[in-house]
């Protein structure tokens, strides 16, 4: 029998009570701590600091997302070792850029803390993941790749995960996509019945999952061979 | 695979560690051979001569509680790899949302996590109310922590109920759907529907509680508890529940916390978060309840750590049926709350007001928020981005299930085919949500 | 109990096996066969709960204690299509799901039938995106509709009665009433593309409201 964990409780470190918000501010509002000493710590890749319904966001340069989401997770003084969410928004005015979104959370310090990286148009749509960072954000990057095509580079299995892997019409939560999708609805049906509800995981998925070594030597030599055995 | 990483995975056929979990060995991804590799083989040499087997359950299987599909790996009867598969219930929630005004949108979250609508209700109409700078009353505020409380319950019963059937238990499915009976009673009367309830609007509720419908809740939190004291007596020292719970699909605190977890999966791993508590809405410092945790994170704490929840929000739903206030529930704003029909058939400036909250709609101004709930599966957050038009530009749901679902591979690995549907099972997954 | 076997016709030699006239200690009743073989299957569908989303819970709490679906003869859930008459398709149905339920509708030994419950199963509902099929009648037959959002279980024990009706009233004699149907083998479809698209066309102003208001 294992012995028990011990608790962890939210809040070791934070210096006030937690109350509900009241007469939140539309816009404005002193900003998390955690933004100047992000600001003091990587020079020149927060690119602007705003506060929304006393949130604070982050828009950080691109390039060096991934270091600055480690160093928030790792540094003592910041802690954010519990993510939240990511997304990603496309605005209406389409000329401003796609924005991917990461809400993270201070367990300890009760904080909570929204960075922001912006994809400029036309450049290739691709942040790096922090997969290896927070093994949660694994199906939520996928979540976004499948709906944005937002590319995350350096994570293990990006595949589509809520359509299916032939799904031909595009993203949809794109703007340019249309709300019935682009093809009829006849055209759609014949698209889907046309999919195998038995197709599993063929071996040559398998083969990048994390274990491929584990395999049967019979399986492996049958995949070096080249056979496929997706139904 | 670029990047040259080393990994850990577990070798369920090299036995058992010193530790009861199975083995541990280092993998190097993107090595030189370009694919995967043991870092070292293990001295005594995994056994890679074993058949291994494919099964497949799902997307229509009693068990999966909905349409998830797992593909499973077996050696033996022993599951080396689970995949999941879902996304077989992706009804475009999100694209629809940004062709609806606020209001309108209210409706599809009854439908997103169809066992906690008012919940659902209650996250959204929270959000939208801080994008629009609006405060609530104070009676609106309780009546949503009471419907916020009674959604719990009724969602933790469907657990109870759907989870005892899969792990062998009938009788509990009765007794906890005889108590949801008198739940939706209770919502039928105050809103006028079962299950999907629209119940809350931006800077209201759709309706105030009828007259002596407190009675019915009070009577309601009278007889409750008994019917949980029941199922208790069944199942919690019932040797063979017990043995088909505990020490399954155990997760480390450390590890609740990097897997995104929420909810009770978090707390029976041993992490006191709970968003009311932590990071409150509705007043709910305001409220005495306890949080229950568990100290093994196994199936039958997650259990446990349910039950517990369920007699707390017996003991809120008791304190705000005593503070209730007097007073309106909706506020006092012609820009976002109806006149009412009387008026607006009479009065010229409430037919305006009328004619512009449902042609146009209300207008948040510009700007972004994230507000996050306490929902009976975990961490529940609406995100909206208004671009100052009466439609969101983007609505996005936090859904806790699908995270915590995202741990099922880490949590099955290393037990056995029948404890698959135990763990999944403690999830408590409504593939509504996940899939959305 | 004995039975009038003249429709029938066709049988040997009055022997002790096959004789026509019962015994006066016999209790016995003369009926239709298609009285005896409906009045069977009417009253012991074997349902196969198909459940997807908000109306698996309603159906789930008809089969639960106050509502007691085990009184109409369905004390037996078949989750497996294969021992199963009734297919009861509770949900909305998205495309990834389809070629599911068209396996699921295939496996199912005649005779069948199936009920579709909930506005989205049996039109798409409030669903009109690009995700959910609008109406799972372009994919198997449907018997009966039950409408609501999701309908209540009394709501669904009415469907399942009437579909009871329906039962009772079916004619052997009818030609190719339980011939399985073949899809169009290109295209995988029962019924015409331009028809799917005509049952399908966006209606009120489900989706021709704008982004933004103006």
Known sequence: MRAPFTIVFPGADASVAPATPRNVPVSGGPASPTAEATRAQFQGAVVRVTVSRGETALVVDRARLHDIIQWLHDDPAQSYEYLSDLTAVEHRDTARPIEVVWHLRSLRFRRFLRVKVEIPNGAPLEVASVWDIYKGVDWLERECYDMFGIHFSGHPDLRRILLWEQYKEGFPLRKDFPLRGRFSRSEQLKNALAANPEARYSMEELSIANAYSELPAEMRQRLAKGEKTGE | MSQKRTLEVELSTTGLGPDGRPRRVPLVVGGDAGGLALASPPADGPDLEGEHMLINIGPQHPATHGVLRLVLELDGETVVRCIPHIGYLHCGFEKIGEYRQYNQIIPWTDREDYLNSIGNNIAFALGAERLFGIEITERCKVLRVIGAELSRIASHLVWLGTTCIDIGAFTPFLWSFQERENIYNLLEAWVGARMTTSATRVGGMAADIPDKWVEGLVGFIRTFPKTIDECDRVLTKNGIWVGRTAGLGVMTPDEAINWSLSGPMLRASGVAYDVRRDFPYLDYETYDFDVPVGTAGDVYDRYLVRMEEMRQSVRILDQAVKRLPDGPVNVDDPRVILPPKSKATSEMESMIHHFKNVMEGPRPPVGECYVAVESPKGEKGYYMVSDGTSKPSRWRIRPPSFLNLAAIPRMVEGHLLSDVIAINASIDIVMGEIDR | ?214
């Open chain 3, 1 to 214: 109990m004995g039975l009038n076997l003249d429709t029938l016709g066709g049988h040997g030699p009055a022997t002790e096996l096959n004789r026509m006239e019962p015994r006066p200690d016999e209790p016995w009743v003369t009926t239709k066969l298609d009285f005896l073989v409906n009045w069977g299957r009417a009253n012991s569908l074997w349902p196969m709960p198909f459940g997807t989303a908000c109306c698996a819970i309603e159906m789930m709490a008809s089969f639960a204690s106050k509502f007691d679906l085990a009184r109409f003869g369905m004390e037996r859930m078949a989750f497996s299509p294969r021992q199963s008459d009734m297919l009861i398709c509770a949900g909305r149905v998205p495309f990834k799901l389809a070629p599911v339920l068209r396996r699921i509708w295939q496996q199912m030994p005649q005779p069948k039938w199936a009920i579709s419950m909930g506005a989205c199963a049996s039109t798409g509902g409030m669903f009109d995106n690009y995700a959910v099929v609008q109406g799972i009648d372009t994919i198997i037959p449907v018997d009966v509709y039950v409408p609501g959002c999701p309908p209540r279980p009394e709501g669904l024990i009415y469907g399942i009665m009437m579909l009871q009706k329906k039962v009772m009233n079916e004619r052997r004699a009818t030609r190719g009433i339980r011939d399985e149907m073949t899809p169009d083998p290109s295209s995988k479809l029962y019924i015409p593309a331009s028809r799917i698209d005509a049952l399908s066309e966006p209606f009120g102003n489900s989706v021709h409201q704008t982004r933004s208001a103006p």
